[in-house]
C-alpha cells in the first residue's frame, strides 16, 4: 500500500520516463527500422533501472536474485537486439555500397583508370605538400574518397565518404601509410560534428608522452602515502590514531595491506588488458584518503588506443578485477563472522549500501536485528574495497566508469554524464563530506575526457555494451543506502 508521500514521487518517476521513451520514439520514427530498433535498445537499458528505482521509492524491495535477473534478461535482449539492428545496418551500407559504386564507375567511364581522390586545399597545410600528396595517395574509392582538405592543428582534416566497414578501412589505410611514411604520421578515423566520418591525420609528435622521472618519483610517493593512509584508517577502525600510535602496527596491518590489495588488483587488471591491446599505462598516482585508505589512483594512457574496445576493455578491467576481490573479501567475512569477532558494529551501518545490507541479510539473517552485529575484518576490508571501486566507476571524466560510457556511448553522451555527475556530487557534497572531497578530486584532475582512439567510429559489441550496464548497476547499488523503513522491512536494524 503506498503512502500519500510515495505517490508524487512514483507519478514523478513514471512521467519522466515515459516522457524520455516517448521522445526517443518520435526521434527514432523518421529513421525506419534502424531507428526504432535503436529506440527498443535504449527501452531495453533503461528497463531495470526503471523497474529497481521505481518499485524502489514504491518501498517495495528487489532481492539480489531478482536484481541479476533484470540485469541478466536485459543484456540478453540487448544483444538480440544488437544483432538485428547489425543485419538491417549492414543492408542498408551495401545498398548505399552499390550505389557509390554505380556512381564511381559512371564517371570514370572515359578513363581506363579510377580517378584519384580529389582535395580541396582551403588554406596553407601545416603538412608539407610532398607528405601532403602522399597521404592522399594512400585513400581510394573503396575505402574512403576524400573531398575536402581542412588544415587541423599540425596536421590535416580529410572530408569524404567511408566506403566500407569502420574497423577495416581504418587498418587497411594505417597500413598504407606507414609503408609509405613510416612512424611520421598518424591517423584517425572520427565522427565530426555532422555524425559523419572524417580521416585526421596528425604528427606522431602529438603522440602522449611517457612519464617524466620526476612524475614516477611522485607517483611512489604518493604509493607510499597511500599505504600510510590504509593503515590509518585500519586504526581508525579499531578506535586508535596509527600515526600517534605507530608501535601498533601489527594490529593494524592486516586492515591496511587488505584495502591496498584491492588497489594493487585493480591496477594488475588495467595492466593486463593494456599488454594485450600494446598500450603503455603510466605508473598509478594513488589517490590517499584517510577516511577510506584511498580513493583508487590515476592512471594515464601513454599511448595511443586503437580503438573505443580497446578503452573499454582497459577501463573495465579495473573496476572487475578489484571488484572481485573486494567482493569475495565482503562474502568470506560474513561467512566467518560469529559472536566474538573482532569487529561489533551498530546494525544501521548495513543500511550504508543496497548490495552490502542485502548480501548481509542473506547471510547473516536475524543477526542483523541485534543493536550490535559481530562481523569479521575483511567485511570491513571488502565493503571498503568495494566502495573504492564504486567511485571510481562514477560516469565523469577519466574515472573507469567516464572511459566506459565514453568507449560505449561516444563522447557527447560521455560529456553530459560528467555535468550529470558533478551535479549530483555537489549536491550530494552538502551532507557527506567524501562525496565533496571526490567532487573536488575530479574537477581539478580528471573532468577531462579520453583523447579520440585511431578508430572512434567502431563502437564496442553489445557483450560488451551489457557489461558496462552491470558494472555501472553495480555501482549504483553500491553506493545507494537503504532507507530506514525499507531497510526495516527487509529485517535490518
Avoid at 544483432?83 to 555500397?97: N, V
Avoid at 597545410?125 to 581510394?140: A, C, K, T
Avoid at 601509410?177 to 559523419?196: A, P, S
Avoid at 590509518?232 to 608501535?247: C, S, Y
Wanted: glycine share 10%; charged share 15%; aromatic share 8%.
Amino acid at each position: 500500500m503506498f503512502t500519500s508521500s510515495e505517490t508524487p514521487i512514483i507519478g514523478t518517476i513514471l512521467l519522466v520516463a515515459f516522457a524520455i521513451l516517448g521522445w526517443g520514439f518520435y526521434r527514432a520514427r523518421p529513421f525506419g527500422k534502424l531507428g526504432i530498433l535503436a529506440w527498443l535498445q535504449s527501452v531495453v537499458l533503461m528497463t531495470p533501472w526503471l523497474l529497481f528505482f521505481g518499485l524502489f521509492a514504491a518501498g517495495i524491495y528487489i532481492n539480489i536474485v531478482g536484481i541479476l535477473f533484470l540485469v541478466v534478461g536485459s543484456a540478453g535482449l540487448y544483444i538480440y537486439l544488437g544483432k538485428q539492428l547489425r543485419a538491417a545496418g549492414q543492408d542498408a551500407i551495401l545498398k548505399q555500397r552499390a550505389t557509390d559504386r554505380l556512381t564511381a564507375a559512371e564517371s570514370s567511364s572515359a578513363t581506363e583508370n579510377p580517378p584519384q581522390p580529389a582535395a580541396v586545399v582551403l588554406e596553407i597545410m601545416p603538412i608539407p605538400e610532398e607528405d601532403l600528396n602522399v597521404i592522399r595517395s594512400v585513400f581510394g574509392i573503396d575505402t574512403f574518397f576524400a573531398t575536402e582538405t581542412i588544415a587541423y592543428q599540425e596536421g590535416a582534416i580529410f572530408k569524404g565518404n567511408l566506403r566500407g566497414e569502420p574497423q577495416e578501412v581504418h587498418t587497411r589505410l594505417t597500413a598504407s601509410l606507414k609503408e609509405k611514411l613510416g612512424e611520421k604520421y598518424r591517423l584517425f578515423l572520427v565522427e565530426n560534428n555532422d555524425g559523419k566520418p572524417v580521416v585526421i591525420v596528425l604528427p606522431s609528435s602529438n603522440d602522449p608522452r611517457p612519464a617524466m622521472l620526476a612524475q614516477k618519483v611522485f607517483a611512489a610517493i604518493l604509493g607510499i602515502a597511500t599505504v600510510g593512509t590504509s593503515l590509518e584508517t585500519g586504526g581508525l577502525l579499531l578506535n586508535f590514531d596509527f600515526l600517534a600510535h605507530p608501535e601498533r602496527l601489527q594490529e593494524t596491518l592486516p586492515i591496511g595491506l587488505g584495502i591496498f590489495a584491492i588497489l594493487i588488483a585493480h591496477e594488475i587488471g588495467h595492466w593486463l588488458l593494456a599488454r594485450r591491446y600494446q598500450v603503455r599505462l603510466s605508473w598509478p598516482f594513488f589517490l590517499p584518503a584517510v577516511q577510506i585508505g584511498s580513493f583508487g589512483a590515476i592512471t594515464r594512457f601513454e599511448s595511443l588506443l586503437p580503438n573505443r574496445t580497446a578503452l573499454f576493455d582497459i577501463a573495465v578491467a579495473g573496476p572487475i578485477a578489484g571488484g572481485i576481490v573486494s567482493l569475495l573479501m565482503l562474502i568470506a567475512g560474513l561467512l566467518l563472522s560469529h559472536p566474538g569477532s573482532l569487529f561489533q558494529l551498530p546494525n544501521q551501518f548495513f543500511q550504508g549500501s543496497i548490495l552490502v545490507g542485502s548480501l548481509a541479510r542473506v547471510v547473516l539473517g536475524s543477526a542483523l536485528q541485534s543493536p550490535l552485529v559481530n562481523i569479521h575484518p575483511l567485511v570491513v576490508i571488502g565493503w571498503l574495497g568495494l566502495v573504492i571501486t564504486a567511485l571510481n566507476l562514477m560516469p565523469a571524466g577519466q574515472l573507469d566508469g567516464g572511459r566506459i560510457v565514453q568507449a560505449i556511448y561516444g563522447r557527447k553522451t560521455a560529456n553530459r554524464a560528467t555535468i550529470a555527475t558533478l551535479i549530483v556530487l555537489g549536491l550530494v557534497g552538502l551532507a557527506n563530506p567524501l562525496a565533496l572531497y571526490w567532487l573536488i578530486v575530479i574537477v581539478f584532475l580528471q573532468r577531462d575526457l579520453e583523447r579520440p582512439s585511431l578508430n572512434e567510429v567502431s563502437e564496442p559489441d553489445d557483450a560488451r555494451a551489457a557489461i558496462g550496464l552491470l558494472v555501472l548497476f553495480l555501482m549504483i547499488t553500491t553506493l545507494l543506502p537503504l532507507t530506514p523503513g525499507l531497510a526495516g522491512r527487509l529485517g535490518i536494524g
